[in-house]
C-alpha cells in the first residue's frame, strides 16, 4: 500500500496567506467526498467522470484517497473568461501511459484550444520535463522546466501575461528556462479537467496525487507565485526555490 501524503485538514482563511487577489477558483485536498471536490471559493464542483482509458482506471487519487474512476471535471466553469491568468497545482505523480503525454490539468474553450501542465511523454520515470503549454489551433507555446521531480510532491504554476506577450511556468519555483511570445487574448474556456487533456479522451491521463488546485484571473507576480509556493511547503511538506 502507498503511503500518501496527508495535508492539513484545516479550512483556508485569511492567515494561510495565499494571495487573494484575482482568485476565482480552489479546489483544496480536504474539501472532497467520494465522487467530487468542493470549490471553496467559487463555489464550483469538480465532478468524476467515468474511467474511459484503455490502459485502465483508479489514476485519481485526492488527500491521499484513491478515487476508482479516471479524471475530475467541471464543464463551463467561467463566463467571464481571462485577460490574463495563472494556473496553479499541486501534485504528486504515479504513473502515466507509455508513450503519452500526462496532462494534470488543462483549461480548454474546445478540442483544439487547450492550456495545460503536462509531463512529457519522454519522461516515464516522473523526472524530466515538466511542460505548460497554450494552442490556438493554430500556433503552439510552449514553456519548459528540465529535470523536475514529479515523484514528490510539487507545485506548478503557469502564467499567461498577454501586456508582455509571454507564456510561461514555474516548478517549485523554478522558472521556465523558454519564454514563448504569444498574441492573442485568452478565449472563454469551456471546461477545466484535472487528470487527463480532455472529456472522454484516452489515454494521454495521469495517476497523481492532487492536493490543490488554484485559477487566477490575472498573472500574479514572481513575488506572488513565490509566496503561494512557501504556503504549499509549509501544508504540504514541499521544497521551493529561492
Not at 32 to 41: A, L
Not at 116 to 127: H, M, N, P
Not at 236 to 241: A, M, Q, S
Amino acid at each position: 500500500m502507498r503511503r500518501r501524503l496527508q495535508p492539513s485538514s484545516r479550512g483556508i482563511g485569511p492567515s494561510d496567506s495565499y494571495v487573494a487577489d484575482g482568485l476565482v477558483h480552489m479546489w483544496d485536498a480536504a474539501s472532497h467526498d467520494d465522487d467530487s471536490w468542493t470549490d471553496t471559493v467559487g463555489g464550483l464542483r469538480l465532478s468524476i467522470e467515468g474511467a474511459r482509458y484503455n490502459w485502465g482506471d483508479d489514476f485519481i487519487h485526492v488527500n491521499g484517497a484513491d478515487i476508482p474512476y479516471t479524471y475530475l471535471y467541471t464543464p463551463y466553469f467561467s463566463g467571464s473568461g481571462f485577460d490574463g491568468h495563472t494556473i496553479q497545482v499541486v501534485a504528486r505523480w504515479y504513473r502515466t501511459a507509455a508513450d503519452q503525454w500526462g496532462r494534470f490539468i488543462s483549461l480548454r474553450s474546445g478540442v483544439n484550444d487547450p492550456c495545460e501542465i503536462l509531463i512529457d511523454k519522454a519522461a516515464t520515470s516522473g523526472v524530466g520535463r515538466l511542460r505548460f503549454e497554450y494552442f490556438d489551433g493554430a500556433k503552439l507555446a510552449d514553456a519548459d522546466v528540465e529535470g523536475a521531480d514529479m515523484t514528490k510532491p510539487f507545485t506548478a504554476t503557469s502564467v499567461l501575461n498577454p501586456s508582455t506577450s509571454s507564456w510561461y511556468g514555474y516548478f517549485n519555483g523554478v522558472k521556465s528556462s523558454v519564454v514563448d511570445g504569444v498574441d492573442y487574448t485568452w478565449p472563454y474556456p469551456s471546461n477545466l479537467v484535472v487528470g487527463s487533456n480532455e472529456l472522454w479522451y484516452t489515454n494521454c491521463g495521469v495517476e497523481a496525487d492532487f492536493y490543490s488546485v488554484r485559477i487566477y484571473s490575472r498573472a500574479l507576480s514572481e513575488d506572488e507565485i513565490m509566496r503561494n509556493n512557501r504556503v504549499d511547503a509549509a501544508r504540504f511538506g514541499i521544497g521551493v526555490g529561492a
